[in-house]
Nanobody
């Protein structure tokens, strides 16, 4: 059984930082397509960052480029999302997702229907 478990969310002042973690069990995440998504109340789920864990290729939404960094630790079977310079508009539930194969990952990393495994989410709140 594939399980993804996010942690590290919380409330932080604007300009602050948070590190989200996504622990993976049930499969070795060293050769997987993974991504972080977020969903704010009343809004669609959007892709934040994607990573191909085999070679570390990463992709980012324009709204977070230069502020967020996605990474993966093969030894710990864990993905991370380092978030800096947080803004109130970053407030959302953050989810990690994974799939063994996504064709055209460079174009589809932020399509949530390409991922078969999802975590339960962790809340990030940046008060305005």
């Amino acid at each position: 059984q594939v399980l993804l478990m996010e942690s590290g969310g919380g409330s932080v002042q604007a300009g602050g930082s948070l590190l989200l973690s996504c622990g993976v069990s049930g499969f070795a995440s060293s050769n997987r397509y993974m991504a972080w998504f977020r969903q704010a109340p009343g809004k669609k789920r959007e892709g934040v960052a994607g990573i191909y864990t085999n070679d570390g290729t990463t992709y980012y939404a324009d709204s977070v480029k230069g502020r967020f960094t996605v990474s993966h630790d093969n030894a710990k079977n864990t993905a991370y999302l380092q978030m800096t310079s947080l803004k109130p508009e970053d407030t959302a539930m953050y989810y990690c997702a994974a799939n063994p194969w996504i064709f055209g990952f460079d174009r589809h990393w932020n399509n949530f229907d390409k991922y078969s495994s999802w975590g339960q989410g962790t809340q990030v709140t940046v008060p305005s």
